[in-house]
């Protein structure tokens, strides 16, 4: 019975035992976040469990420190689709953009970076 428990204790993994991923901070970037409000410069967007729950200037915030930090200075970041925001508790669909789409809406058919409910993927695969 002991050996059945050490067993099954040991094919579990992190994640099933409850120790959480680290927040993720997109740092840099001016932040367009589909509410209206004029775009944010220099500004930080931490991600938790697949969700936004900063979004904001980054002057005066404290990243956490386990945070994973992506430079995302001279990008625009905004939400991966259109009429989404993004704001406290949405979900963490997010494109990375070498250039202002309020200026050029173009640049949101090729994204520098993608991230979908917070984990980054490969926006332009070769």
Known sequence: MAL???L????CSSDS???????????????IDGTGRPPIPDAVVVVELGK???ATSSKGYTI???AIKTNATGLYITPAQVGAR???GAPADLYLINGNPLDNPLLL???MRVMKTGEWLNANPK
Do not use: C, H, Q, R
């Not at 099954?8 to 094919?11: F, I, N």
């Open 109 to 111: 058919s090729s994204p």
């Open 86 to 88: 993004l704001e406290y």
């Open 52 to 54: 936004v729950v900063v």
């Open 17 to 31: 035992v409850g120790v959480a991923a680290p927040p993720k901070a997109i740092v840099g970037a001016t932040l």
């Open 8 to 11: 099954l204790l040991a094919s």
């Open 64 to 66: 956490p420190a386990n």
């Open 4 to 6: 059945g428990a050490i």
